[in-house]
């Protein structure tokens, strides 16, 4: 086909020409036979500027374009805008940056000008070997799966159920809730009514718009934003088995947490003594309002034991410190002449209200002990024994219970779900956040989105932030009746060279290669790709390409670069 | 006197850092050298071994690739895929003696731009201390 | 009758001059020709620009590291040169190219393409070796007697073919005694004669196809029969193939230095001939085994049914066998035949087209009757 | 809620989230900033921990998205006087100042500030480095174009009337001396709130000799110090431009006095240590804190990192004296008195309301806590929503959190928004 | 970097042996009779003698005839053994069980291309040989007599001798290393006539069982012959490695060796490691208009052809070194004689050593390209930033 590419050399006001010799520039362009057209314009990227470039291409009937003006992370939207609407295929278009990396980096106006016109000539070199690239639309599900059945799954499908908008939610245990379902009561400043939970279940249960699933598993997840599949499998008895198979827009990982055994260090002497009991197991007592020793006795003194497993899991699981604090002020409340002793490493008390808690918690009588750690729980008599560090000497002190507080770790099938979806764990064996950062609660597998503690420790304000964060994620993405438009300048593989190595599975980072066993080689989901390149440079075959970025586009520049 | 050797580089530069780091030195003046040639990818991972060992057969007298710092790579991994090729590229050019100086991988964060100047200044020098690369006016290859 | 000029120098001297005096005159802006790698023996095809590096040049000598139609194609895939240049090139890659140019693979324009009355190449295991010297002027001995060198290639010993088609400047090589003395050039085109002037010689009147010629000529093709006939081992036909390609690594080395073979994916080594696994399974069954890998025969004989129509027996497929098969012998043999029968000889006629593409409506009448 | 426009006020990384998540969403989103550019605190930042990425690469296509977006209408130098009406029907006015400088017209060269004649403290880089009267706050700063400030320009202030020293320089005529401020009239169906903190002031405790003390630093002194396009462009020094090879950093600076813990000093703080020893290895650093708080699953395992390259110290009661110029902190860490002589103090302060809280918590008609900070909905786990209906509260503006938190908040009012109206 | 490599001496392992009157190679194969004959697998690959040829190729055989013609030892390595492998077992599916008898350069390339999806080694037993070498392949076609009987010789007397090949000479893994790499190892280089039995893998140990024997002979025996034979291979390596460095170290060193290239990609095609169906170098190499050409060539006085020859060596080598077994493939396919396999296996030890790699050694081991660690290689980036650490490292 014979390419008719115009060049436009914008000469950006003054800055420019202050360097660089415009008119030198457009002549030595003119003589190139490749191209129809060379002209220069003050500012381009101005209205009369934009309007000027349209008439242009419709006037010459140009094909590619190329642009000599700013750096592309300043116009490059603009004037493939003006081409489109010129009725051009945006992508035939080439911004060279002859402004931020030429003009205003090159003091010398001989040498600025030659590398313009070097950048130039690449950009029109480049640009005859551009495809027209052409933007997809595809339909979407806007229905969403929510796996667990916690306080933020529960949450979140609230927040994400509507008239138009279904939500399946999946709960591997026969009852929803979770952990914080097993809680006597929530922080009092944090919603002292425990019913806030159970209400919560009621709405869920009531509302029309989601499926409750319980004692279900998912056992497999395919697909991409607005267009997952996903097999959910039931555990109950009567219909052990049956499998289901569901459609969704996006996924919700909502799986929680769970506790470190205290079996693991011995220095607890958990189980050693029944008087020796876990937090969760103190719950219980408050919920059954029976705060007792095994022989029936009230106890006059309660060591809380902070920290349980922090050292050995490596990470502060940031809620202790307040529900130790709950007890505290509980047991102050409910037995008021028992001695309360609170044995923490460091008070981690991050949200506003907290430290007034522990003010009142201190005002009530209650003992804080700092330790490094605790070196052994024993009976001694009909009392316990707490033996702890705290620098570099030991010191005993001995209660009649003990309550320690386990550090948060994730749900034991987190991992096998990370391998299901091909989601990313960090170090500490939660779920992985997108971005730390910037994407909290996103994942690489765009549409799918974590919430609540399956992203580590976090109290239950934060889990329900992080669940309406989640839904406005999803809300903003998957809108009815509304489109995605995959990323254009994806990667391809040329079938007939990929030999199906799959090293570029392995490099990408968003699982968007699968390999066809069939035909023997690897597949780019384009909805999913993002185009970074990674597998272009891994392949060793050359099967793949970088739309956009194809070798022989980059190696065009390389040629006029060694000109 | 015959003017000084002006070398001839191709700089590979990530999208998202690197190429704003180079924006930045522009936008604040600062002065670079003007024989490294810059081409734009998306991510450094995208630099296959053909690009850079073609650029340097077909007589580029260095080749700089830069990325954002470990850690910081907008596509989360590519800069530590990328930084293994280049050691082996790095490796090989060594064992070989082709003159591994001539190929250079650095990271430049978008807010850099001063250092974006310093490296491909110190690059260029480097390069231009190295003379032409033999390659280019060597019939063997 | 063409232009002839003799030169009263060593031959390889003389041509060496000539393409100099070229090069320096910029009658043309570089040569295509051999050039002395190191002082190890070891040659390569180069295009040349700089005097300086000319002086290593050795358009005559004897090796063909690749068939220079092949290197040439590359050169001019995308188009004729724009600069003039000269080749050298000898009768069989001179074909080649010819054969490439009709598929579209190169352009001669603006290439003034120089061959010789060949005496063939030596065989290329041949390169870098101890005694090489000795070995190449003995060869020059066996040239200027118009005998057949034994250390040539064994299609060059075969090899009937030996004078150049569509040559602008022919050397006259074989058959001529005093060569280390004097040799001549004919000037066969308009093309040629216009850097006749470059010949600092005096212009005689000589035919190229002297009696000597037309006697190694003959010599040559009883030599053919001989070969051909020794391919055929006592029991013929596929057995004997099998036989023959037995050794075979399957490393398609010969299809890659096939000037013929232009395709960049070869078939063969394509997805169309990976079979899945679980066919093993039956193949076993009838066989109770299974040469591994499979499929060797199968290539040597698909390749040659898409090229051998237009072989031009330049011997290098037999040359970078790693195991001694004789492909050339073979190859040129079914392609002699199969030229035969389409009446078509490779590299003659640029205008010409390739036998694949097409045909004559009164032609293998025989085919398809009862 | 039929009105599909949401009011955000605060540009931060917060507010930016807010308004992406929304207009991407196809509402319409009116962010209003009362500075001349967006990104907040964020941009101030080099770095953030814990993967000590670098802050500004990390915002700038947030920004750039926010600029391009065709669903965003942006109010720089804006400020909102007056809100009535309730959920899904708000009525607001936006006082919006004028910029002299037309965001259209200029493309950010920058040919401007030399010829300006007034030099300025420039209070983005705490006063760290000068600006022109008209300015960027930094380099890289977004809208990529100046501001004129009208107290200080001479022309505006009328002290030398004729002075057109940038409208000459400028080759675009993007400068408009004429430009009036104007009041903007908008119908929204919700609010959110992300007006982001401030730095506890440090100067109100004499006993650490800030103020006094050219090098006991605040820390977001120390953020622009460091920073690649701070007044230093990133060259660590002391005011007197000597080498730093000792640092003592003090955590919770006004803890006592507020009365909370703000949660991210001690990471922040650590994160100076870490930054100091990548620029200078032989420094020495140490830390004094009191409770550590690193929480999160990432957290420890920096602190773990920097443990055995600085020294931590628990305090009790810590000072700072100086004697010429010499730097002299005295702690007691259990029970035992000490003291160090570093040549640089940081001050990591706590986070407390911004200054316009009480004044806008009037405008929309919402209260304060006890702390200052607008007051949400906490008791019952919805900590950003208002006790009004429709009106959220996001980021820092609600409590003291770091930037993950922020974003999530963010992401959740939008949520919240959004799910109003399926 | 990758640290995956096994430097850990697993615990000394039992093994059966067996006496070899019929000599060695029969033994081997009565071994594998038994195994084919109680279907403990159903067909065996295995090297072979193409009958009425003196040609070696690889035979996948189940009829007890064919026996006749295998050569558990051949004097010459015509396919490279995980090539001829992979030729088959990469298509899916197979209901037959299958194993295959390789020398160990041949089965760390199976293991390499096993983790690049060529071969499944799920269908397939591993069995590896102590190997003597072999002979050059040209020179045994050019007298395969001659050559045939020179190898029986050296291959009986384990001799590293100098009509070995090259790769052969050099070899300091002929014998079983302590990897997951095979699941049954043949020792030969123990007691004269006698051949042991060592399992390598849950896989090899029922083998064995079914084979009905029990592995509880000592090793001592085989394990110090085959020690003293490594080191004394070791050191030969070590030299030859140095040599080759300093050839390399010369300018156009590397470019000089490569001199009588022709281009013809038999080295690549040969290797077993290039998996490839066609060379990146083929297909990516850009093709340029003929102005082009006549530039650079100005530029370097003359443009050698065919074009990229150096190109295709350097880039194959980025491609495929750091898993370089040492097989010497190459360099036997080489039709100019060029040290081509010397070269590669000088840098695939370099390299190799730098990534911590040992290709082949292990099944579990990540590609070193497939993979990364967070913080390594900090030196090759520039300024690099690592001083600190290293520093803190040398305290």
Redesign the interface.
């Known amino acids: 086909m014979n390419k008719n590419i115009g060049v436009y050399v914008c000469e950006c006001g003054p800055n420019i020409p202050e360097r660089i010799d415009i008119d030198k520039v457009v002549k030595e362009l003119s003589s190139l036979n490749e191209v129809k057209t060379v002209k220069k314009h003050s500012l381009l990227c101005s209205n009369d500027g934009k309007k000027f470039l349209k008439e242009e291409i419709e006037k010459e009937e140009l094909s590619h374009v190329v642009v000599a003006a700013c750096s592309p992370k300043d116009h490059e939207n603009t004037f493939m805008k003006v081409c489109e609407e010129a009725g051009m295929n945006p992508y035939l278009f080439q911004l060279v940056n002859i402004r931020e990396q030429c003009a205003w980096m090159i003091p010398d106006k001989e040498e600025a000008t030659s590398k313009a016109l070097k950048y130039i000539k690449a950009g029109i070199h480049r640009v005859m070997y551009h495809d027209p690239l052409e933007k997809k639309e595809l339909e979407i599900k806007v229905d969403v799966l929510v796996i667990g059945g916690g306080i933020s799954g529960i949450e979140a499908s609230l927040s994400l159920a509507g008239p138009n908008r279904k939500v399946h939610l999946v709960e591997k245990t026969d009852s929803l809730g979770g952990m914080a379902g097993k809680l006597s009561q929530i922080l009092p400043h944090q919603g002292s009514k425990i019913k806030l939970v159970k209400e919560k279940i009621e709405q869920a249960k009531n509302n029309e718009n989601i499926n409750i699933y319980t004692s279900s598993e998912v056992k497999e997840v395919r697909g991409f934003l607005g267009n997952f599949e996903a097999v959910i499998q039931s555990n109950q008895e009567n219909e052990e088995g049956k499998v289901e198979e569901i459609k969704a827009g996006a996924v919700v990982v909502a799986t929680g947490f769970d506790l470190y055994d205290l079996k693991e260090n011995p220095a607890y002497g958990y189980g050693e003594n029944e008087n020796i009991v876990s937090a969760l197991e103190f719950e219980d007592m408050i919920n059954s309002e029976k705060i007792e020793l095994k022989n029936g006795k009230k106890p006059k003194s309660v060591a809380l034991v902070h920290c349980a497993g922090r050292k050995e899991k490596g990470y502060c699981s940031k809620v202790c410190c307040l529900y130790n604090l709950k007890f505290a002020h509980y047991l102050k409340d409910n037995l008021p002449d028992v001695e309360v002793k609170e044995l923490y490493m460091d008070l981690c008390l991050p949200h506003k209200q907290d430290q007034s808690y522990f003010d009142q918690a201190k005002e009530k009588g209650v003992e804080f002990i700092r330790m490094d750690e605790i070196v052994k729980t024993k009976k001694s008599g009909d009392k316990i024994e707490v033996e702890y560090k705290n620098n570099d000497k030991t010191d005993k002190l001995s209660v009649d219970m003990v309550v320690i507080a386990p550090a948060m770790i994730p749900s034991k099938d987190t991992s096998e779900l990370a391998e299901l979806m091909n989601l990313p764990l960090d170090k500490s064996g939660f779920f992985k956040e997108l971005h730390e950062m910037l994407d909290p609660v996103a994942t690489p597998m765009e549409g799918v989105y974590i919430t609540g503690c399956a992203l580590g420790p976090r109290n239950i304000p934060e889990s329900m932030t992080q669940s309406h964060a989640t839904s406005g994620k999803i809300l903003s993405s998957l809108i009815p009746g509304r489109k995605v438009k995959p990323e254009v300048k994806v990667s391809e593989i040329k079938e007939d060279l990929c030999t199906g190595c799959q090293t570029c599975l392995s490099v990408c980072f968003y699982g968007a290669i699968s390999y066809d066993p069939f035909k023997g080689v690897s597949v780019v989901n384009e909805a999913i790709c993002r185009g970074c390149g990674s597998c272009v440079g891994s392949c060793p075959s050359g099967a793949i390409r970088s739309k956009h970025f194809t070798y022989y586009q980059l190696y065009q520049e390389v040629m006029e670069a060694l000109r | 006197m015959e003017k000084k050797f002006k070398p001839n580089i191709v700089g590979f530069l990530c999208n998202w850092c690197s190429y704003a780091g180079a924006d930045l030195a522009g936008s604040s003046k600062t002065d670079v050298d003007s024989s490294l040639s810059v081409i734009r990818v998306m991510c450094s991972s995208r630099v296959n071994s053909n690009l850079v060992l073609s650029s340097l057969l077909w007589g580029s007298d260095g080749v700089l690739v830069a990325g954002c710092h470990p850690g910081d790579c907008h596509y989360e991994q590519g800069n530590y895929y990328a930084r293994r090729r280049f050691a082996l590229l790095k490796k090989i050019t060594e064992v070989l003696n082709l003159e591994p100086d001539r190929i250079q991988l650095s990271w430049i964060s978008a807010s850099e731009g001063k250092r974006y100047a310093e490296v491909v200044n110190k690059f260029a020098d480097d390069i231009s201390k190295l003379g032409p690369n033999p390659i280019t006016s060597n019939p063997k290859v | 009758m063409a232009k002839a000029v003799k030169i009263k120098k060593n031959v390889e001297e003389g041509l060496f001059d000539f393409l100099k005096s070229l090069l320096e005159t910029e009658k043309i ?2 040569v ?1 020709t051999l ?1 002395k ?2 002082d ?1 023996g ?1 040659v ?7 005097p ?3 002086k ?1 040049a050795v358009p005559l000598y004897p090796f063909m ?2 068939n ?1 139609g ?2 040439l194609s ?10 003039p ?1 000269a080749a050298v090139l000898r009768p069989c890659e001179l074909r080649a190219f010819v054969e490439l140019i009709k598929r579209a693979q190169g352009d001669v324009e603006n290439i003034l393409i120089i061959s010789l009355s060949c005496g063939g190449v030596l065989s ?2 041949l ?2 070796d101890k005694d090489q010297e000795s070995t190449v002027s003995k060869y020059w001995e066996s040239v200027k007697k118009a005998e057949i060198s034994p250390d040539t290639r064994e299609t060059c010993q075969f090899c009937e073919n030996f004078l150049p088609i569509n040559a602008d400047i022919t050397v006259a090589a074989v058959g001529n005694k005093d060569l280390d003395k004097e040799f001549t050039l004919f000037f066969n085109t308009p093309k040629g004669e216009e850097f006749s002037k470059e010949a600092s010689g005096s212009s005689v009147s000589e035919e190229i196809e002297t009696k000597e010629i037309n006697d190694f000529k003959k010599k040559r093709e009883e030599l053919k029969e001989k070969f051909f006939k020794e391919t055929q081992s006592e029991d013929t036909g596929l057995k004997s193939l099998v ?1 023959i390609f ?2 075979c ?5 010969c299809s ?2 096939c000037p013929i073979c232009y395709c ?2 070869c078939e063969f ?3 169309t001939h ?5 066919s ?2 039956s193949d ?1 069954m009838v ?8 499929g060797n025969l199968l290539f040597h004989l698909g390749r040659m049914t898409h090229m051998a129509v237009s072989c031009v027996s330049c011997g290098m497929c037999s ?6 098969i004789p492909v050339a012998t073979i190859f040129s043999k079914v392609g002699s035949s199969l030229q035969k029968e389409f009446d078509y000889f490779p590299g003659k006629d640029i205008e010409e087209p390739a036998p694949q593409g097409t045909y004559k409506e009164d032609e293998f009448t025989k085919i398809g009757e009862q | 809620m039929k009105n599909q426009n949401v009011l955000v006020i605060g540009s931060g990384v917060a507010g930016m989230e807010a308004s992406l998540v929304l207009a991407d969403a196809g509402l319409k989103v009116h962010l209003v900033e009362k500075d001349s550019l967006i990104g907040g605190q964020t941009i101030k930042f080099e770095e953030v921990y814990p993967n000590m990425e670098c802050a500004t690469c990390m915002l700038a296509p947030k920004q750039q998205e926010v600029l391009q977006h065709d669903n965003i209408t942006l109010y720089l130098l804006s400020e909102v006087k007056k809100t009535e009406g309730s959920l899904g029907e708000f009525k607001v006015q936006i006082e919006k100042k004028a910029r002299y400088v037309s965001l259209i017209n200029c493309i950010g060269c920058g040919a401007c500030y030399d010829p300006c004649p007034v030099s300025l403290d420039n209070e983005f880089e705490e006063g760290m480095s000068q600006k022109k009267a008209i300015y960027v706050a930094c380099p890289g700063a977004l809208p990529n174009a100046p501001a004129i400030d009208p107290e200080n320009c001479v022309r505006l202030n009328g002290k030398k009337k004729d002075c057109n020293a940038c409208e000459e320089a400028c080759g675009f005529d993007a400068i408009d001396f004429t430009e009036k401020d104007e009041t903007v009239n908008l119908d929204v169906g919700a609010i959110i709130v992300a007006t982001g903190f401030d730095q506890f002031d440090v100067s109100s405790l004499p006993e650490f000799g800030y103020g006094k003390h050219p090098n006991v630093y605040t820390a977001m002194e120390f953020e622009r110090l460091y920073a690649q396009n701070g007044p230093t462009s990133g060259k660590l020094t002391l005011r007197e431009d000597k080498p730093i090879k000792s640092a003592g950093i003090i955590h919770c600076m006004g803890r006592e006095e507020k009365g909370y813990c703000s949660g991210v000093c001690c990471m922040y703080s650590m994160k100076f240590a870490h930054f100091i020893k990548d620029k200078a290895p032989e420094a020495k650093i140490h830390e004094f804190h009191t409770d550590l708080c690193i929480p999160g699953k990432s957290h420890q395992k920096f602190y773990d990192g920097l443990k055995n390259k600085i020294e931590f110290t628990r305090y009790e009661d810590i000072e700072v004296k100086g004697k010429n110029g010499n730097l002299e902190i005295s702690y007691t860490n259990n029970g035992k008195k000490n003291s160090i002589k570093p040549d640089m103090v940081i001050l990591s302060p706590a986070m407390v309301p911004s200054a316009g809280t009480e004044n806008l918590a009037k405008i929309l008609g919402i209260s304060q806590d006890s702390m200052g900070f607008f007051s949400t909905q906490d008791q019952n786990l919805s900590p950003i929503d208002s006790e009004k209906e429709g009106i959220f509260v996001i980021g820092c503006a609600e409590g003291p959190k770091d930037i993950p938190e922020s974003v999530s908040q963010a992401e959740a009012a939008a949520g919240r928004v959004l799910s109003f109206l399926q | 970097m990758n640290n995956n490599q096994k430097e850990t001496k697993t615990n000394p392992k039992k093994g059966k042996i067996l006496p070899a009157e019929k000599g060695i190679r029969e033994e081997v194969l009565n071994i594998f009779k038994k195994a084919l004959a109680d279907n403990i697998f159903d067909a065996l690959l295995i090297p072979a003698k193409v009958p009425n040829t003196d040609a070696y190729s690889w035979i996948l055989l189940q009829d007890e005839s064919l026996f006749d013609i295998a050569d558990p030892l051949p004097p010459v390595m015509t396919v490279q053994g995980g090539r001829a492998l992979s030729s088959f077992s990469k298509n899916g599916e197979l209901d037959l069980k299958i194993a295959a008898l390789m020398k160990p350069c041949e089965i760390r390339a199976a293991v390499e291309l096993f983790k690049l999806h060529q071969i499944d080694l799920n269908l397939v037993t591993l069995i590896s040989i102590d190997c003597p070498g072999a002979m050059p392949l040209t020179d045994y076609m050019n007298d395969p007599k001659k050559i045939g009987e020179s190898f029986k010789k050296i291959s009986e007397k384990w001799e590293i001798s100098e009509s070995l090949r090259p790769a052969c000479q050099n070899c300091h893994r002929f014998s079983l290393m302590d990897g997951t790499a095979s699941d049954l190892h043949i020792g030969l280089v123990g007691e004269n006539n006698k051949v042991t039995l060592i399992p390598n893998s849950s896989i090899g140990n029922d083998l064995l069982e079914k084979l009905g024997f029990e592995p509880n002979d000592s090793l001592k025996e085989w394990e110090s012959k085959k020690e003293k034979l490594v080191k004394e291979k070791t050191k030969k390596r070590d030299a030859f490695l140095k040599e080759w460095q300093e050839k390399t170290k010369k300018t156009d060193g590397f470019f000089n060796e490569l001199n009588k290239c022709i281009n013809c990609h038999n080295c690549m095609n040969a290797c077993p490691i290039c998996y490839c169906q066609q060379c990146y170098f083929d297909s990516q190499t850009i093709n340029f208009k003929p102005e082009t050409y006549i530039q650079k060539t100005k530029e370097k006085g003359a443009l050698r052809f065919p074009l990229n020859t150096m190109l295709f060596h350097i880039g194959r080598m980025s491609h495929m070194v750091l898993s370089c077994v040492s097989c010497g493939a190459c360099e036997d396919a080489c039709p100019v004689s060029i040290p081509v396999g010397r070269l590669f296996s000088m840098v695939g030890d370099q390299t190799q050593k730098e990534f911590n790699y040992v290709p082949g050694l292990n099944r579990e081991d990540p590609l070193p390209l497939q993979d990364f660690k967070e913080d390594e290689f900090c030196e090759v980036e520039t300024p690099n930033e690592c001083e600190e650490k290293v520093t803190e490292e040398a305290k």
């Open positions: 802006k570089g295509f050039k790698m190191d190890n070891a390569s095809y180069s295009l040349i620009t700089s300086d590096e000319f290593k590291p690749v220079a092949k290197a590359s050169f001019t895939l995308l188009g004729k040169t724009e600069e240049i290329l295991n390169m870098g036989n037995a050794p690594l399957g490393c398609h080395g890659h230095v960049t994916l080594d394509s997805k990976n079979y899945p696994t679980s093993l399974g076993l066989k109770g085994g299974l040469k591994v890998p499979s040359d970078v066998c790693p195991v001694n």
